[in-house]
């Protein structure tokens, strides 16, 4: 099966969720023997990123289309594959990721979808299309992002992506309440990011290597989103048994179940004490064990092969 997909940015550069899980499908469509290629805006060399081919789009963009047996893209991204696979009568696979673009009018603007693929269970009842659709949480491979960690050795309070919608005004309300601990910023793949300036707090550039950069170093994540319609960097972050304490968006509380510590991301007080109870060893414990736990269920849950064998039924 020849699969073709087309995004504005494709990782190891493009440090967006959504491209990430993107990715995940893609890769596994890949490990199942399909041809992938990926089209993206950015001027890139051709290059291969576990088994999924991607190339900047070319003059021969709509001829590439026609050959293709089934396109796969964003809703809210460019809406010509989408378009020139119905016209061609080719399968159309949409994905959504945010809520700002999971509107009925843009699902449907240029004809139905051959099949919605939403990240999560919240974002399929936000949208409320009755066509074809399926959920598949983003992939999760826990020895990929798991870390052997030190026990009694107190590491960061971590945040990624600085930007105010994902709570840098709250982390840096956070660092100033709490002088005497570490905190490591990492800044994100978009947004404007808060510029803290505090002698506690340690920023770097996005990454590629979370494993080693981040959570290697992290003894909390915290999560203060405005939106979030899923949380990969909690899912991550929780198959190394690191504690996340969230804003109680949808997509976190679903993401994170019984393992989520949520606090209102309006009240650093509610923040300060839940970083306070994690100094509590046995709290501290039950928090770890916890998320060890939510993590080898997310990963159970093989949402990858869901997606190889939908896209496969559509051929």
Known sequence: MRVLASVIDYPPRARIGSFIALHGFLAALAE???????????????YELD????????????????????????????????????????PSVRLIHGTHD?????????????LVVYNSHSMA????????????????????????RQFGVEGNITLVNLCEPKGGKVFSDVARWLPERKFLGVKGGYGKQVDIHRSNVTVIP???????????HTDILVM??????????????????????????PGLVECLGEAGIFCDRDDTQQWLAAIEALGEWEVKLEAISRSLERAAELA????????????????
């Open 206 to 216: 996005a990454t590629a290597k979370m494993r080693d950069d981040v959570y290697a």
């Open 125 to 148: 009842a936000e949208v409320g299309y009755t066509g074809h659709s399926i959920v598949c949480h983003p992939r999760l491979i826990p020895e990929d992002y798991r870390v052997e």
């Open 51 to 90: 088994g999924v081919h991607v190339e900047h789009i070319d003059g021969m963009y709509y001829q590439r289309i026609r050959k293709c047996d089934v396109g796969i893209s964003h809703l809210g991204d460019d809406k010509s594959l989408h378009k020139v696979c119905l016209t061609e009568g080719k």
């Open 224 to 249: 203060p989103s405005e939106h979030e319609t899923w949380g990969m960097v909690a899912a991550e972050a929780m198959c190394s048994g690191i504690p996340v304490i969230a804003h109680p968006t």
């Open 102 to 114: 999971a509107r009925m009018h843009d699902l449907l603007k240029h004809g139905e979808p051959t």
């Open 300 to 315: 159970a849950d093989d949402s990858a092969s869901r997606f190889v064998d939908a896209v496969e039924r559509l051929v």
């Open 32 to 46: 199942a023997g399909h041809h992938v290629t990926v089209l993206t805006a950015q001027r890139v060399r051709n």
